[in-house]
């Protein structure tokens, strides 16, 4: 079926025009002031895993308004509260797969964007601060950022 593909990244920056300079500086390897005040106010995020042969899977996560942790600049933590058990996005960690976040709050036209590794944890510390509603999960989605 799709016979005409492009195959590399050149093919695609002369098909598209360069970011503008206020694009480009969105682009940031931390959690700013803003993105911590975002992730805070937001009751969903996306999370974007891969499988270990690259079949891509996207799982809702959400939860009170700040639901995911901000631990630092460098670090979120998301609690892994019940599910359909199904452990698409956890299996694909453990797997070695990096992350894709999206974080969405109702009524806001702008979304944030967060990359990196992941792991899943059980420390201690981290899931009493991912408790939810007196709900302590048996693990947390650990992220360190990267973009």
């Given at each position: 079926?799709?016979?005409?593909?492009?195959?590399?990244?050149?093919q695609?920056?002369e098909?598209?025009?360069?970011p503008?300079?206020l694009?480009?500086?969105?682009?940031l390897?931390?959690?700013?002031?803003?993105?911590r005040?975002?992730?805070?106010?937001?009751?969903?995020?996306?999370?974007?895993?891969?499988?270990?042969?690259g079949?891509?899977?996207?799982?809702?996560k959400?939860?009170?308004?700040g639901?995911?942790?901000?631990?630092?600049?460098?670090h979120?933590?998301?609690?892994?509260?019940?599910?359909?058990?199904?452990?698409?996005s956890i299996?694909?960690?453990?797997?070695?797969?990096?992350?894709?976040?999206?974080?969405?709050v109702?009524?806001?036209?702008?979304?944030?964007?967060?990359?990196?590794?992941?792991?899943i944890?059980?420390?201690?510390?981290?899931?009493?601060?991912?408790?939810?509603?007196?709900?302590?999960?048996?693990?947390?989605?650990?992220?360190?950022?990267?973009?």
């Amino acid at each position: 079926m799709f016979k005409e593909r492009i195959e590399t990244e050149q093919q695609l920056r002369e098909m598209y025009r360069s970011p503008n300079e206020l694009v480009q500086g969105k682009v940031l390897n931390r959690l700013d002031e803003h993105a911590r005040t975002f992730v805070a106010a937001s009751p969903f995020v996306l999370v974007g895993t891969a499988s270990s042969d690259g079949t891509a899977d996207v799982s809702p996560k959400g939860g009170p308004p700040g639901f995911v942790v901000v631990c630092d600049d460098q670090h979120l933590a998301i609690p892994d509260l019940s599910g359909n058990n199904l452990l698409d996005s956890i299996t694909n960690i453990v797997d070695g797969s990096g992350i894709g976040l999206l974080f969405l709050v109702p009524g806001v036209d702008e979304t944030l964007r967060v990359n990196g590794h992941a792991c899943i944890t059980t420390d201690p510390e981290v899931l009493d601060a991912c408790g939810v509603r007196d709900r302590r999960p048996k693990a947390a989605i650990g992220v360190t950022v990267v973009q």
